[in-house]
């Protein structure tokens, strides 16, 4: 299973890092999706790492502020959310799926999903 955590309420400008920790499986054989969905908005696909060759994608929404990255030795993979935005205010996933994708799969391709964790930009 997936576990994202790290979310919480920030001011406009500020920065949070998001963690996705897996068990139960190696993220390091999995792709692994950053999700948002904001009040009143359909599910946004923002980031995406793949694990076994370091691949990443971003959507031009967080391009330049938001990083990807993972620790085998933690099987986590983070979100380093800077220069953050009343806007990124909504309820972050994560999700797996087995192997190298090529930035966000569509939604039921995906073998799990974190439960989410609410970011909240005041500004």
């Known amino acids: 299973q997936l576990q994202a955590s790290g979310g919480g309420l920030v001011q406009a400008g500020g920065s949070l890092r998001l963690s996705c920790a897996a068990s139960g499986f190696t993220l390091d054989d999995y792709t692994i999706g950053w999700f948002r969905r904001a009040p009143g908005k359909e599910r946004e696909g923002i980031s995406s790492?793949?694990?076994?060759?370091?691949?990443?994608y971003y959507a031009d929404s967080v391009k330049g502020r938001f990083t990807v990255s993972s620790d085998d030795a933690k099987n986590t993979v983070y979100l380093q959310m800077n220069s953050l935005k009343s806007e990124d205010t909504a309820v972050y996933y994560c999700?797996?799926?087995?192997?190298?994708?090529?930035?966000?799969?569509?939604?039921?391709?995906?073998?799990?999903w974190g439960r989410g964790t609410q970011v909240t930009v005041s500004s």
């Open positions: 790492i793949s694990g076994s060759v370091g691949n990443t």
């Open positions: 999700a797996a799926v087995g192997g190298v994708a090529a930035g966000i799969i569509p939604v039921p391709d995906y073998d799990y």
